[in-house]
């Protein structure tokens, strides 16, 4: 759970927040689907993950979205 906090004209307020979870876009070319991640993973440009039984690194972010786009990585560069 993380904290915003936030000014209003009656002063300071927190909110309690759920972490809510990355959603990515797997997409090989002929397969497309969607992946969540924990809320601590790692997850941005360059990140690396595992989802049916691949490696895949996230390459960027959809136009105008939250949503992130991965790439599998090939079989020579996956991780140790």
């Not at 601590?40 to 960027?60: C, K, L, M, N, Y």
Request: avoid cysteine; charge should be negative; proline fraction near 6%.
């Amino acid at each position: 759970m993380r904290e915003l906090v936030n000014e209003t004209a009656e002063g300071w307020t927190i909110h309690r927040v759920e972490a809510r979870p990355t959603v990515v876009v797997a997409d090989s070319g002929d397969y497309a689907g969607l992946v969540l991640l924990a809320p601590d993973q790692p997850a941005t440009v360059g990140s690396r993950f595992d989802h049916q039984g691949r490696s895949w690194e996230i390459r960027g972010r959809r136009p105008y979205s939250r949503v992130l786009v991965a790439e599998p990585v090939a079989d020579g560069q996956r991780q140790a």
